[in-house]
């Protein structure tokens, strides 16, 4: 997102502002904009554009240095951002909670070293924090065109030059290739990482070296204008899926098609010149603009539906932005660009003390303090909501089921329970409680449904076949162990009738994708718990606890900790109206099943339920550790509270 020394064309720094403004949009929630997050890979195409550009100039006559590259790219790049990293963290830990406090620290080392996709990229999966509370989520692009600019230089010097233009096609397909290869088996290392966003960037390198030799390729391109500045206007409004090759595809080409047109003229109109202006400051207005929604959304104690920021406060975000991005421009971004800076190697061990300073602030805020605050009682809230994974992290992700004393705290169980995190967070309560020992035979995202798998998202087609293969080993493992007298099993299990996913289906030996169907899963349900039988065991369904899609113990923490809280279950419990509303399609579903199967659906309602709602903490325990799952004390408390073991076994059968 910068063009280093070179004259700023309007045209580009028109599109700059497109882009910026794009993913302004998206993120205040737009109802216009259904896709701006391609914004971001209009921004790739540019700095690819411009990067190469300049080191193709500053190489073919000689005068490349590494030292300069750098030290012009730290000048324009660092200033604004260590300015907003700095007071992102002072504002974060006012607002965050540990939890995210504690994933912050670890994206601020990870913006400071460059390093910030992979840093994001471990923070997320099934048990992460929700994304949109983290405020250097925004980052990760930065990291991406930082690693591109750390390799170009080289890759330059060491290619022969009339290597270069066909060696960006190279680049260009291999990494489409990967991007899209990984996309369906790891998606979220696709979105984050260089080698599979390098393509985009390729896309203006290519450009940048089409040079004299492509002139009839540019003067075709040029015929392209109309189509694609109609394409860059038009395809961002429409709701896509991400990832969607063919726009993020369209809209790069379309880049590319504008760009290698020039349009001095434009420094004439005013609608370009106002974009232009946008463009300018718009690297300082993408550093800013996304801190102050995360840190909206962190206030927000409400689920989407019921307690998000209005159209008022994104509108008066959105405002915020503006001010403090143009700002950021005029009063650090640009003064310090003009600045005649002699020293490299000053201006270096500056930058290095000014990181080692930044990289410390969260540390020397948290421990002053935890200073003021030692004279209360000390309650780590991170690890009241870690992760419930169960006995053990390994029982979280099962290829196949086999015995190991990891995931069992007995040498025979006797009760196994059996399915996705909404099985696997019943483990600490029922270990506690159930005489004989469990077994927990889990998989996250991977309901007990032998022959059915969910594929949406990172969950793809690898993913749902070997959920397929751990559910099957769950009845080998049945069948071979008689010992097993009682099956527990849990899920949501909407992800296998929702519309928006697809499901990995074996019948008869084949394997197929479908669309979700309530009745399949009904009918794969009550077959599954009629094989459980045959083999001889009871079972029992537990029901999900009562939710509606809110974060509860980030309000809890919140309530506790006395900071501010905004919109709809500011008390943190849960309406009842809203709960069966929200989880209509479930409730009815396990009640059909009750009555086909013939088996108990143990429900955590009685007992935390009222005629208007339910508890979500119960004698200062909070009983979730997120929008859905108990948390391990908030298990084991219900499990006594409400004499689980003894309820189980009286019911299944």
Not at 100 to 117: K, P
Not at 328 to 351: C, K, Q
Not at 395 to 415: D, K
Not at 440 to 461: D, E, F, H
Request: overall charge positive; glycine content about 6%.
């Amino acid at each position: 997102m910068d063009a280093g020394k070179q004259p700023l064309r309007t045209d580009i720094q028109a599109l700059r502002g497109v882009a910026v403004l794009l993913v302004i949009l998206q993120h205040a929630r737009a109802g216009f904009i259904g896709a701006g997050w391609l914004g971001v890979d209009i921004f790739f195409v540019i700095s690819g554009f411009l990067i190469t550009g300049m080191l193709a100039k500053d190489i073919g006559r000689g005068q490349f240095r590494f030292s300069t590259f750098y030290f012009r790219r730290a000048k324009r790049l660092l200033p604004a951002a260590y300015v907003t990293f700095a007071v992102t963290a002072a504002a974060s830990f006012l607002v965050l909670d540990a939890s995210e406090w504690r994933d912050f620290t670890r994206q601020l080392a990870g913006a400071l070293s460059f390093t910030a996709n992979f840093v994001l990229l471990q923070q997320t999966g099934y048990f992460a924090g929700a994304a949109a509370l983290k405020p250097l989520l925004h980052v990760w692009s930065l990291a991406v065109e930082e690693q591109y600019y750390l390799l170009m230089p080289a890759a330059l010097l060491l290619v022969p030059r009339r290597w270069w233009f066909a060696g960006s096609l190279v680049v260009l397909a291999a990494s489409f290739a990967l991007c899209v290869a990984l996309t369906y088996s790891r998606p979220d290392a696709a979105f984050y990482l260089l080698p599979t966003r390098a393509w985009e960037l390729a896309i203006g390198s290519f450009a940048a070296l089409i040079g004299a030799r492509g002139q009839r390729l540019k003067t075709w391109i040029a015929r392209l204008f109309l189509p694609a500045l109609a394409a860059l206007f038009v395809v961002p409004i429409w709701p896509l899926p991400t990832p969607n090759f063919a726009n993020i595809a369209i809209v790069c080409v379309a880049t590319l098609v504008v760009i290698l047109r020039r349009h001095d003229e434009l420094q004439d109109r005013p609608i370009p010149n106002a974009l232009a202006t946008v463009g300018d400051a718009s690297y300082s207005l993408y550093l800013v603009h996304w801190p102050i929604f995360a840190l909206i959304n962190n206030v927000y104690a409400g689920d989407p539906s019921f307690g998000s920021p209005g159209p008022a406060v994104l509108a008066g975000a959105v405002a915020l932005a503006l001010l403090l991005g143009f700002a950021l421009y005029r009063g650090i971004e640009l003064p310090v660009r003009r600045l005649e800076l002699r020293s490299p190697w000053r201006w270096t061990l500056a930058t290095l003390a000014a990181s080692l300073c930044l990289a410390l602030v969260p540390f020397t805020i948290a421990a002053r303090t935890s200073t003021r605050e030692a004279s209360g009682p000390a309650i780590d809230y991170a690890w009241l909501r870690r992760d419930n994974v169960g006995f053990d992290p390994i029982c979280e992700g099962y290829q196949h089921l086999e015995y190991t004393m990891r995931c069992s705290n007995a040498a025979h169980p006797t009760t196994m329970v059996w399915g996705d995190s909404f099985a696997m967070h019943l483990v600490p309560g029922l270990a506690a409680t159930m005489p004989g020992g469990v077994l927990q035979a889990t998989k996250s995202a991977c309901g007990p449904l032998p022959g059915l798998a969910q594929i949406y998202g990172r969950y793809t087609r690898e993913f749902a076949e070997r959920c397929l293969t751990f559910n099957g080993s769950v009845i080998t493992y049945l069948a071979a162990h008689p010992e097993i007298r009682i099956v527990v099993m849990s899920s949501p299990f909407y992800e296998y009738f929702d519309p928006a996913r697809r499901v990995l289906h074996r019948v008869d030996g084949q394997v197929k994708v479908e669309q979700p169907d309530a009745g399949l899963t009904l009918d794969t349900m009550v077959a599954t718990i009629a094989k459980i039988r045959a083999l001889g065991r009871r079972v029992v369904i537990v029901a999900p606890p009562p939710s509606t899609g809110f974060d509860y113990t980030h309000c809890l923490e919140r309530k506790a900790r006395s900071r501010k809280l905004l919109g709809g279950f500011i008390d943190c419990d849960i309406p009842l109206a809203q709960y069966h509303a929200s989880k209509r399609e479930v409730l009815a579903f396990l009640q059909q099943v009750r009555t086909r199967a013939d088996v108990e659906v143990v429900s955590f309602d009685a007992f935390l339920c009222d005629a208007k709602k339910c508890r979500t903490e119960l004698d200062g325990t909070f009983l979730y550790r997120d929008e859905g799952h108990l948390s391990y004390d908030g298990s084991i408390v219900l499990a006594r509270a409400m004499h689980l073991d003894v309820l189980i076994a009286a019911t299944a059968r």
